[in-house]
């Protein structure tokens, strides 16, 4: 039986990397189980380990070496690469927060200790007690005392020159992905702390974080298709929610004023590298505030956000440098649409008339398109991608935006903007519909296009218009994707990168 060839001495960096045949992964696949088997019948089972003192990370003890130096530590991480050198090893241990060398000796581990050391394989798990010191070559490490399987990895890691390179692999095997590439797990520490970083700005700011369901009778909030259950004791049709919009409004009415809701959401749509089909949002609502409140309220967070945890507002995003500080720009989609296409909506007064004018620029078109339907096709393929720098586009048509107040000056468009940086929008924000009657009307307009065949037309909620009735305050709305915003900061090329586990199509 051969050696593990992931048991001994790492390749060279200049080394071709090591591609196991299906024969060999066998082989080393018997010959970690057999060291499992030895240890199980000499009675150290490492499985049976429920706890080891761990009192520091590698991280800490590399930013905080001048305090630690010539001090006991007691650590515990995975093994990833050694060198064995006779009666003294090196090996590298990583845990979540990076790595850090480790120096094992035979007269201080004890040669017992020492030999089953060796024996150990990539990527098994360890504890170890030690102090820590700096070598002859100035590289921080901990000199080891005492070292503890604490669980035996019985398959080989990817080779480490050669990575895991297979991307439908490393999200289908996102431990593993996690494992070997440090950039992965830096990618999910950075969405914890954004996720954390937003709940302290809106708490500071006086907003109550709420729950609402996720399963609903009504699948309403936003224009998009849902997904379909079925509650067996009820015998009833329900819907995984596609907004949380229409719940937390209820919560405004009921007097709580200013609610957010980060979680998830979840549409029956397509899968791209800008869209998952369940994915992380929040949404906030304040009463007594509009969509310009909400514009300012946008760019502190972002940058707020930004400085946080980047330490800085100037990013780069896929090669493309990108300024987060305000003042953002602030443009119509009316204005926006006039300049890339050199059509101006505002003076077309007809349906007809709007669609031979997108036609014209070679913008398909439904045959029974409204102007505000038009306006806003047109806006999604000639504008929104070349609008790099952070914008409001704002006041969108009343057809798209169901949910929301109509401008006072022109009742075809809305109070609504978008959040579009990088060519992709990030968020949305509403002057709120509190006028019931004429929710009621959109409401019913959305039925009629349900009807006719869209399927992501608003559904009929009652139940919302009967709460608008009791009267809701005039008040501004705000969402936000979370996965985009990481995206943004992470410097992500697709959501998937930043979905601990995204959805994948059966391998069946």
Not at 340 to 361: C, N, P, V, Y
């Amino acid at each position: 039986m051969q050696q593990d060839p992931q048991a001994g001495t790492p390749l060279p960096d200049h080394a071709d990397p090591v591609i196991l045949t299906e024969e060999e992964l066998n082989e080393i696949l018997t010959i970690r189980r057999d060291k499992l088997a030895d240890l199980k019948a000499r009675g150290r089972d490492p499985f049976w380990q429920v706890l080891y003192p761990v009192d520091n990370t590698t991280s800490n003890i590399h930013a905080r070496f001048d305090e630690l130096e010539g001090k006991p530590v007691s650590i515990a991480g995975r093994i990833m690469s050694r060198r064995i050198m006779g009666k003294a090893s090196f090996f590298d241990l990583h845990d979540r927060d990076g790595k850090v060398q480790v120096y094992a000796r035979i007269d201080a581990l004890g040669e017992e200790v020492y030999e089953e050391f060796k024996k150990m394989d990539l990527g098994d798990l360890v504890g170890l007690q030690g102090e820590v010191f700096r070598t002859h070559k100035g590289e921080i490490s901990v000199k080891a005392n005492e070292i503890t399987l604490l669980a035996k990895s019985l398959r080989p890691l990817p080779e480490k020159w050669h990575g895991l390179k297979d991307v439908d692999l490393r999200y289908r095997q996102r431990y593993l992905d996690l494992i070997v590439n440090p950039e992965v797990r830096r990618t999910f520490i950075l969405r914890s702390r954004i996720l954390r970083e937003l709940r302290g700005f809106l708490d500071e700011r006086g907003f109550l974080e709420v729950e609402t369901p996720i399963l609903g009778t009504i699948a309403g909030g936003a224009n998009a298709r849902p997904f379909i259950t079925h509650h067996n004791t009820l015998d009833m049709d329900m819907f995984l929610r596609i907004a949380p919009e229409l719940y937390l409004k209820r919560l405004i009415v009921g007097g709580l004023e200013r609610v957010y809701e980060i979680g998830r959401n979840f549409r029956n749509e397509g899968i791209s590298i800008k869209h998952n089909p369940e994915f992380t949002a929040f949404e906030l609502y304040e009463a007594y505030r509009d969509y310009n409140y909400m514009m300012d309220f946008v760019e502190t967070l972002i940058s707020t956000l930004a400085k946080k945890v980047l330490g800085t507002t100037t990013i780069t995003y896929q090669g493309t440098p990108i300024e987060l500080a305000a003042p953002w720009r602030r443009a119509t989609t009316l204005q926006l649409v006039q300049e890339a296409t050199g059509i101006d909506f505002d003076l077309i007064e007809t349906h007809e008339a709007a669609r031979k004018a997108a036609q014209s620029i070679g913008v398909h078109i439904k045959p029974d398109a409204t102007w505000g339907l038009v306006l806003n096709e047109v806006y999604e393929a000639r504008v929104e991608h070349t609008l790099i720098q952070p914008t409001f586009v704002i006041d969108f048509p009343v057809e798209i935006s169901p949910l929301t107040k109509k401008k006072v000056t022109d009742a075809r468009l809305t109070e609504r903007f978008e959040v579009i940086i990088g060519g992709r929008e990030y968020g949305c924000a509403y002057s709120e519909l509190n006028d019931p009657i004429d929710q009621k009307e959109r409401f019913l307009d959305q039925a009629r296009r349900r009807e006719a065949g869209d399927e992501e037309a608003n559904m009929m909620d009652e139940d919302f218009v009967t709460a608008l009735e009791y009267g809701m305050p005039p008040t501004g709305g705000l969402g936000i994707g979370i996965d985009r915003l990481v995206m943004l900061f992470a410097d992500a090329y697709s959501i998937r990168d930043v979905l601990l586990f995204p959805t994948m199509k059966s391998m069946k």
